[in-house]
Structures are given as structure tokens and as C-alpha cells.
């Protein structure tokens, strides 16, 4: 709140200094060179594309359950999507099965954190081709010591109201080393002054970052509690990342279910809990081809409610909601 009034009092309320120090902020901690911070999620989506240098009839790969804007951009913009099936066990995208489809056509492989777990970097830049990063749902997980952030060309960490981090709107974008700013600025060339977060939602989002950490930690002792009443039925969620060095983050908490999604939504509503489909909206309607497993996690996943303030009485109440779903 003080934050956030100090900045209305100045009277400065645009793009500013706020702003700058948000991305450098966030830049120093990913150990990246620079970047931007954007009012819109698809803008910066595009923006990435115009640096990369990718052109109309371009293939990239995406996961089929990467964010809608994802698609909605492709499209717009004329990026052809090479549609790599996901892990099962964690909704990632399959090193393997991205292997199979990138040709020397495919320029870029845009790779999606989704809902707080950890993608194979490793085996995924052993493909040669530069990776994008969203980074959003996952702020804080690593992959073998590193933040995931480190291993991206360029960085999208969105910090939309329902963020790890948020500013009330907005995403950054960072590149890696200077010749990838160097081209992100080029193509922030050709947008104007309102394309770019204001110093209002940039307050916000300052305090936030700095307090992330902590409350990844209640995030993650709510999870704890959660994922052992969830082993008392017959649904599952999404596995952890693997090694002591790696750290995925609980950015909501899926289940993926046995039964039907409606009649457990309809269970959880009565009881006082709500839910939302984990992916929806999310896959092309052509994406499933070829891609099993998404398919199976976008009909299957449900969303119950995590975030740090949720409160004692509620935690045992979406506790006792997991452990008794039909």
C-alpha cells in the first residue's frame, strides 16, 4: 500500500524509473542482461517474436497447453506451431517427443513452466535451437541449481493479478546477454508509450518480487498438506521436479482426475470449494493431433485453490474436499 500511494503522489503514474527498477530488479536476480517491462501479455509475446527475427511462415514449437495468448499471437503474426506432446506426469513439454518434429525449418523452442513444475532445460537445449522461456507460473523453481529463468534467450515472467509476483497487470521480458537486448530494443521500436507497463502497476509488482520468496514458502506448506490428503483417493497431482537441486513451486494445485471433471466440480462447488479446468482455452483446435497426453491432462487437470493467504479454516477445508473427491 505504501508502495503503491508514494507512487500516486508523485504524480508520475506512467512508464518510468519505477518500472526501470522492476526489470532490473528481476534481470539481476535471473543473472540476465536486461530487459522491458510491458502493459500486455500477448504484446510481449510479440515482441520476442520481432527480436528473435522470426517471419510470417516460420515454425516455432509450443506446447499445446502453453497459454492461449500463445496461439492467438502464432496466428496473428504467421508463426507456424510445431506441437510437441507433454509429459504426462507433470504437463512439461517431452524433450523426446519435440526431437521427432523439429526440422531445419524450426527456429526457436517456446517453453512453457506450466503451473509451478520444471521443464527438462538440460535435454531441451541439447536441440541446438534458442529457448523462450514463461517463467510466469513458476517464479523460484530451478532446475539443478539455476533459476529456470537463466536458461531462456528471452524471459516472459507475466505478473497478471493471479501471479506468483504480481503488479496488477503486465509482464516483463528480459534478454540474456546483450546482443538479445539489443535486438528486443530494435523491435520495441515500433510500439508506443502505452505499450509499456506504468510506474503505478510497477510499484506494486517492486514490493512483490522482493516478497515472493516468502511466500513461496507458505505456498508450499499449503501444497505439502494438500498433496497428502490428495493420496488418500484415487486422483493424482502433477510429480515435483527431481534432485536436490531442483525446486518446483506452487503456483496453484492440480489434480488429475480418474472421474469426470463435472461431477467433481459439482462436488467441490457444494461443498464450498471452487475449481477451474486447469487448461481451458488453452490448446489450438488442432493441437491434439498427434499430442495424447495433452489432450488426456486438458480434459483431466483441476485447479483447487493455493495461495498464501488462504487461511487455516481454508486450507482444511479444500484439504478435506481432496480427500473424499468421487
Given at each position: 500500500m505504501h508502495s503503491v500511494l508514494s507512487c500516486l503522489v508523485t504524480d508520475i503514474i506512467g512508464p518510468a524509473a519505477i518500472s526501470e527498477d522492476l526489470v532490473a530488479v528481476a534481470a539481476a536476480d535471473f543473472n540476465l542482461e536486461g530487459g522491458v517491462a510491458m502493459r500486455e501479455y500477448a504484446r510481449s509475446i510479440e515482441m520476442i517474436i520481432r527480436a528473435?527475427?522470426?517471419?510470417?511462415?516460420?515454425?516455432?514449437?509450443?506446447?499445446?497447453?502453453?497459454?492461449?495468448?500463445?496461439?492467438?499471437?502464432?496466428?496473428?503474426?504467421?508463426?507456424?506451431?510445431?506441437?510437441?506432446?507433454?509429459?504426462?506426469?507433470?504437463?512439461?513439454?517431452?524433450?523426446?517427443?519435440?526431437?521427432?518434429?523439429?526440422?531445419?525449418?524450426?527456429?526457436?523452442?517456446?517453453?512453457?513452466?506450466?503451473?509451478?513444475?520444471?521443464?527438462?532445460?538440460?535435454?531441451?537445449?541439447?536441440?541446438?535451437?534458442?529457448?523462450?522461456?514463461?517463467?510466469?507460473?513458476?517464479?523460484?523453481?530451478?532446475?539443478?541449481?539455476?533459476?529456470?529463468?537463466?536458461?531462456?534467450?528471452?524471459?516472459?515472467?507475466p505478473m497478471e493479478p493471479e501471479g506468483i509476483a504480481t503488479a496488477g497487470g503486465g509482464s516483463l521480458v528480459l534478454a540474456s546477454d546483450k546482443e538479445a537486448l539489443s535486438r528486443l530494443k530494435e523491435a520495441l521500436d515500433t510500439v508506443g508509450a502505452?505499450?509499456?507497463?506504468?510506474?503505478?502497476?510497477?510499484?506494486?509488482?517492486?514490493?512483490?518480487?522482493?516478497?515472493?520468496?516468502?511466500?513461496?514458502?507458505?505456498?508450499d506448506l499449503i501444497a505439502d498438506f494438500f498433496r497428502q490428503s490428495v493420496l488418500k483417493g484415487r486422483h493424482r497431482t502433477f510429480s515435483e521436479a527431481e534432485g536436490e537441486d531442483s525446486r518446483s513451486v506452487s503456483y496453484s494445485f492440480p489434480v488429475v482426475l480418474t472421474s469426470g471433471m463435472n461431477d467433481v466440480r459439482k462436488y467441490?462447488?457444494?461443498?464450498?470449494?471452487?475449481?477451474?479446468?486447469?487448461?481451458?482455452?488453452?490448446?489450438?483446435?488442432?493441437?491434439?493431433?498427434?499430442?495424447?497426453?495433452?489432450?488426456?491432462?486438458?480434459?483431466?487437470?483441476?485447479?483447487?485453490?493455493?495461495?498464501p493467504t488462504l487461511g487455516k479454516k481454508n486450507v482444511q477445508l479444500v484439504s478435506k474436499v481432496l480427500s473424499t473427491l468421487p
Open positions: 528473435m527475427g522470426l517471419e510470417r511462415g516460420d515454425k516455432a514449437v509450443l506446447s499445446p497447453l502453453a497459454p492461449a495468448a500463445y496461439h492467438l499471437v502464432f496466428r496473428v503474426m504467421g508463426i507456424e506451431p510445431v506441437y510437441a506432446d507433454v509429459r504426462e506426469e507433470d504437463a512439461c513439454l517431452n524433450p523426446e517427443s519435440v526431437a521427432e518434429r523439429v526440422d531445419e525449418h524450426t527456429k526457436a523452442v517456446f517453453v512453457h513452466a506450466p503451473l509451478g513444475r520444471v521443464p527438462a532445460f538440460g535435454e531441451l537445449a541439447e536441440l541446438g535451437l534458442p529457448l523462450i522461456i514463461d517463467a510466469g507460473e513458476a517464479l523460484g523453481a530451478r532446475f539443478e541449481g539455476a533459476e529456470i529463468g537463466s536458461f531462456g534467450k528471452y524471459v516472459l515472467l502505452d505499450a509499456f507497463m506504468p510506474d503505478l502497476n510497477a510499484s506494486l509488482g517492486l514490493v512483490q518480487w522482493r516478497e515472493y520468496p516468502q511466500a513461496l514458502e507458505s505456498r467441490a462447488r457444494k461443498k464450498g470449494v471452487e475449481t477451474l479446468p486447469a487448461f481451458a482455452g488453452r490448446m489450438d483446435t488442432e493441437a491434439d493431433i498427434g499430442c495424447p497426453c495433452a489432450k488426456k491432462l486438458l480434459m483431466s487437470t483441476l485447479l483447487f485453490p493455493l495461495y
